[in-house]
């Protein structure tokens, strides 16, 4: 996990299928570019993006500048910085399903070995859609590109397959080809910032381990809720819905890095078994009982900071009957020592009232109330919030009396807030996956078991939400905290979703 400069780094070649696309545009190269100038790229690198559209290099590196500049956390980019990264970019033109056009990558990459005289590591990034990804490994295998399993690399994105027999053929065809250890599949929630630190505040803390189980946690909760609504996506959202979109991946690893036993190190098998081990320890969900763990929802029309807004059913590319959910809300159970009993919630949705991401950790009451309830005195359970986006920050929210004359209770939080660095400071989630793939390092990166463990969780939602079809949506409006049968989820447990505390 110590991450290198560019002293240390090989010389890397970069192949980016999907090279005039929307991720290519707004993640890949602002994130390769702030790497660059965070002298994290060995000097010898090249980037080389592949299109259907016939562009010459200049024009490329044009509008992949306008991307940085729309999209980069640091803002625009300066002009020398900029057109010294870019000499490293080229152009190619290629029908990703045509083995032919896969020629010109082999003569690229011998060209540049030869005028480095060095033996970089090569990466093929899938920034496509996903019926792609196994064409592209077959041409690479097909054109006899270079595939030494030391060096090279495949990055694939998500989503991974569309239920577990996708998923699980999706890595067989990839396995026939690559090894586990060239395939770097992406959940870009895994490289965000505060979703690092869980690591750091659970295992580098001696007072946090004693407290991470049953006997102090009521429950958890995790929660991302999203102002947009599907945007452009009409046709990938109609077919996916955000059990595949977010809960499959997002949300389930942010359970397991709640979830999971302390690894022994820090390598990328042993925290990829535990997280594992957690998806193995929970709770099958029984097809009968769907209802009583599962909420969906889909967003109808409305109005966001004073604009109208259409429903879901209204997007473009989406059925006016669409049954597609656009929220989703579901109760886990973790079935083994550390946390029988302790119910996780998880809730995310489209066109909600704020986005937010939040994991909330709701510790056991007091056993004992030792102050005058008369005066109002009764202790709120503490809770930790691990707010990952868009605040930065954890925060205990503790009991604490109030200064005065009398023994007045109070809630206080305890916040570690990022102080002094802003958005802007902190890597995005794609600096830190790409500099982990030059390095070599796969431990933010999704396993072949993992993603199939994960689909098989939901599975059973998925298809008794594919069969009961008539889901009486849309079920709430934009602009609010989505239905109401989420919240009788929670409520009939005793609890309520939280949101963000508003800051003091
Ligand atoms: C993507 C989903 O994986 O994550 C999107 O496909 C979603 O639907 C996005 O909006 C959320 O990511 P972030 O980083 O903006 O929270």
Partial sequence: MTKTSSEETTPAIFIIFGGTGDLCRRKI????????????????????????????????????????????????????????FASNISYQIADIKDAASYQAFGSKIDALKTDWKLNPSITYYCAVAPDLFCTIAENISKSKLENDPDTTRIIVEKPFGRDLESAKELNKRLLTIFNEKQIYRIDHYLGKEVVQNIMAFRFANAIMEPLWNRNHIEHVQISVTEQIGIEDRGSYFESAGILRDMIQNHLLQLLCTIAMEPPINFDADVVRDRKVEVLHAMRKIVPGKIDMIAARGQYGPGWVEGKKVPGYREEKNVDPNSNTETYAALKFYVDNWRWQGVPFYLRTGKRLFKSASLITIQFREIPHNMFNKEEGNVPKQNRLVISIQPDMGIRFQLESKTPGLEMSLNTVDMVFDYAGKSKSDSPEAYETLLLDIISGDQTLFMRADQVESAWELIMPVLDYWAKSGTANFPNYPADSWGPENAEALIAKDGFHWFNLPEKK
């Avoid at 562009?55 to 500049?69: A, I, S």
């Fill in 29 to 84: 190269i602002p994130a390769l570019y702030n790497l660059y100038l965070e002298n994290r790229l060995c000097q010898n690198f090249a980037i080389i993006g592949t299109g259907r559209s016939e562009l010459t290099d200049v024009n490329y590196r044009n509008t992949l500048l306008e991307g940085v500049n729309e999209f980069s956390r640091r803002g625009k980019a300066n002009k020398e910085d900029w057109s010294k």
